[in-house]
């Protein structure tokens, strides 16, 4: 008998004795691990992505993508990750910060307390682990309840006003919470703030402004008839009037404002001593009160409330009451009412611990789509329409939703006869927010946009980059108004007199029927009009005889081609010279003008294919229309047709000279380089042009020999 070792097991079971089943056992654990850490790693980065993103569309566009709730539900999923492997927490995670950036139109604020968000509750359990929490870290105080200042959110944007000496210093928005967009000259068009205090002091108010529900039901129906985008909730345009550049605009939006909080130690001057004492409060209830002695507008529906239990009694009744005010609340904001206590629970990295906001649940309905209108605004657009099955909603019978556009519609795949939840977008506009996929009846078809405009059967266009479908006919009724408000403007043939009102009573009175007709009236016309005299009448018809003299680039801003400004009309019409060129020019010789793209060469030829668009053109020359020279350049020859000069340099003769024999010979003058420059027309001491003609490969010429190209 020999003495090897018999291996009585195969390999494997022998590798299993040897190193025990423990052994195999946490190595796959210690696999798994790894897998799910590498899978948390790439959830992180996805949250972190999508949430920033969020967080751009709501504070700087203003344009939402998701609802409070599911932005909650994801930032909780992050933090919860991030606390599960804080090694894989990124430099951007937007949990440790507070959301929201400044645009870079505005100037910038730091503010001197930093604003923060308060954190989220969407059920009781969660307002019940706060006032746990807080009494645990109060215990020293030996209390067992606590009171609360409990007031309503406003669903607005935040704001900061500084006071300095009693005078308004500065307003800015929260931003990312240390520095904020200066809006200043934007918020004092909001009546509720007061430009000087009754009493000299330095202090700084928080508070949200916002607008109410008639205001934003006015505003998104003026909006829609003009063919704007809507704004799917007051917050959206309340935020959208502050960040105007133009304070007229957010005057006309009619905001308001709530403040709620005072942030850091105000100071009120002492005029016996000369001097700026520290003002103390005991409670936050008490610091509203002073508030309001200031005359700043402080919601009278704050309560004092001890223990949490009656708060939630408190919110149960105000998720009924809300439906009858006038103004958006999304849930209610509880706060420890003792500020000594709240200086004990302070703050995390972007929440206060001694508050906590209760988010109300959206109220839904379900119902079913009927059928899909399609209506036309006054700048064309179409917007998909739902026909309901009625049903109540918030206390209103809801029959009719906004469907948006075609992008929205394919987004949720919503088609006639689904079930659908809805609820009201701000507590206003029904919108569809899911399909009843389980209900979809068989058969079903998806929604398309139609291709023809419903109201005057012309083509419809979406363009690249829009998510609008818009009727591309100027003799569209729907579009009659403004299209016509625009023919008379300023920027287009001129016509004064012809302000909004009286076009809209030309078209009322069916005295038009496309914008051409404006042409064509004479003062019996006028005078058929309500409120008309003779006086007025005759006026009005001089000024529409003066102005059928026109020129080539007004009568072709006035055309109002989508994309075709007045300064793209003015390329065109240096570059075509007549009506006829124009109208009758390929993509190709389109996009040989210096200005033009494939997106305005694309519109003019689908514009000028259009056979409602000919027959109104044709109605404007009928009608008188003349079109006189811009320049004065009598047209010598077509030497220099289709070729684009650019100047540089010191010329033999003035700059202007050489444009003119330029024009006067078929030629455009550009005032830049590019690929579609003909030749670069260099005299002495050219500069940085000439460089770039040689980068591009663009010819170059002197003078002498541009003279040879006339002769």
Known sequence: MNNDTIDLFGPAESRELNNGPSKINSIEKAEKKEAAKESAKKRVRELTELINKCDYEYYTLNKPSITDFEYDGLMRELAGLEKAYPELKLANSPAEKVSGTGQKIFGQIKHDVPMYSLSNSYNVGDLYEFETRALKDLA??????LEYCVELKFDGLSMSLRY????LKYAATRGNGKIGEDVTENIKTIKEVPRVLPKKCNITVRGEVYMNRKVFAELNNLREQAGEDVFANPRNAAA?????????????RQLNIFLYNIAGTPELYNEEKNIYEPLKFQTHSESLDFLKGLGFSVCDEFRIINGMANVINHINEWDIKRHDLNYDTDGMVIKVNDLSFQDTLGFTAKSPRFAVAYKFAPERA?????????????????????NLKPVQLSGSTISRASLHNADEIAAKDIRVGDSVLIEKAGEIIPQVIEVIFSKRPQGSEPFKMPDKCPVCNSPVRKNEGETAVKCVSISCRAQLIRKTEYFVSKSALNIEGFGEKIVETVVNCNMINDMSDILNLSVIDLMKLPRFGEKLAEKLAREIELKKKTTFQKFITALQVPFVGETTAGALAKHFKTPDKLMNASVEEYLSVNEIG????NSLKLFFENEQNRIIIDKIFKYGLVIESESGVENLSDKLAGKTFVLTGTLPISREEAEKIIEANGGYASGSVSKKTTYVLAGEEAGSKLEKARKLGVAIINYDEFLGLLS
């Not at 494939?598 to 060469?601: L, M, S, T």
Request: charged fraction near 25%; proline fraction near 2%.
């Open 366 to 386: 379900e119902t079913i789509i009927e059928s899909i209108d399609i209506q036309v605004g006054k700048m064309g657009t179409l917007t998909p329409v739902a």
């Open 240 to 252: 959208g009037s502050v960040r105007q550049l133009d304070s007229k605009i957010t005057a006309e």
């Open 164 to 167: 300095e000496d009693g005078i």
């Open 598 to 601: 494939e997106k305005i060469a």
């Open 140 to 145: 020293y105080s030996n209390i067992t309840e």
